[in-house]
């Protein structure tokens, strides 16, 4: 009798270890496929800044050893201007579990503010090439001069606000950028003067500042499924808001309800593009001159 109990108890403990090493490892795997929140503040006095809320990332560069995965979010402290760019590249959500790009709330923090990326001196405040399912959101975005750092030994010969690309083959879509603040793009320094030809070249033989662009150049590549709602785009020396592909290489893009103003080229403009909503949209002043490093012509909408 006591020998069965033994070896019942036994068997039970047996089982009660199995049980429990095959929930650990269930848990545990959950843990790892579930969506994260990596947070970067550059005002946090953290020493271990391992991307959590209480210990947020200091400064963007961390981004490049991160893997983002479907559902994570990259959150910058609300209030706070963080230099450098947010760069991703062959990244992809799902469409139920979108890449999120946007501010959080902290510290005494009113609501309605929003984090400042500063790409002074960089090609771009966000770059987003050959990815999908990213929504990038409620983020004020700056690039004003400040010369340009070189990538892979090239000079970029342009800088944007915002940048979506395609270089390589493959089916590229749903980027999303809403509720976006982006302003005060240029890639000359203060003072620079164009010569009076280039207002009449036929989009600018120089280098410029874009708001936001959306370029597919590549051979096999499609973007579709765009999305530009309730942005801001102010004060750029060429266009705000720009769309280019060959053939057709861009589809479906919606742009509503965005606010266009002092352009130093077009407000908006569109090449290549197939299937467009493009409703409810303010611009004004484009073709400003009032910067001498803006082209200083452009239509409101050009397609």
Avoid at 6 to 28: D, Q
Avoid at 132 to 151: D, P, Q, Y
Avoid at 165 to 171: E, I
Avoid at 258 to 276: D, F, H, I, L
Wanted: net charge neutral.
């Amino acid at each position: 009798m006591i020998q069965s109990l033994k070896i019942g108890i036994t068997l039970l403990l047996t089982i009660g270890l199995i049980i429990t090493a095959c929930s650990s490892e269930a848990e545990s795997g959950e843990l790892t496929n579930s969506p994260k929140n990596y947070y970067f503040n550059p005002e946090s006095k953290s020493v271990k800044s391992d991307g959590s809320f209480s210990n947020p990332f200091q400064d963007l560069n961390k981004l490049s050893n991160l893997k983002l995965n479907p559902g994570d979010s990259v959150l910058l402290a609300s209030g706070t201007t963080i230099r450098g760019s947010v760069t991703l590249m062959n990244v992809e959500g799902s469409a139920d579990q979108p890449i999120v790009i946007s501010s959080y709330k902290w510290g005494n923090q009113s609501t309605g503010k929003l984090a400042t990326i500063d790409a002074k001196g960089f090609p771009n405040g966000i770059l987003l090439e050959n990815c999908s399912h990213i929504e990038v959101t409620n983020l004020i975005i700056t690039a004003n001069s400040g010369g340009m750092k070189t990538t892979d030994g090239k000079t970029p010969d342009m800088r944007c606000g915002v940048l979506v690309q395609t270089t390589k083959p493959g089916n590229y879509s749903k980027i999303r950028l809403i509720g976006l603040q982006v302003k005060d793009i240029f890639y000359e320094e203060p003072g620079f003067i164009r010569g009076d030809a280039e207002v009449n070249s036929a989009n600018g033989t120089q280098r410029y500042g874009w708001g936001i662009r959306f370029i597919n150049n590549t051979d096999g590549a499609l973007l579709q499924d765009l999305e530009v709602i309730n942005c801001e785009i102010t004060n750029t020396s060429h266009t705000g808001l720009k769309f280019t592909a060959k053939g057709h290489g861009i589809e479906n893009i919606t742009v509503f309800n965005n606010r266009v103003a002092e352009t130093g080229g077009p407000g908006m403009q569109m090449s290549g593009v197939k299937n467009g909503l493009v409703k409810s949209n303010y611009i004004n002043g484009s073709g400003s001159n009032n910067d001498s490093r803006k082209w200083g012509r452009g239509s409101g909408l050009w397609t």
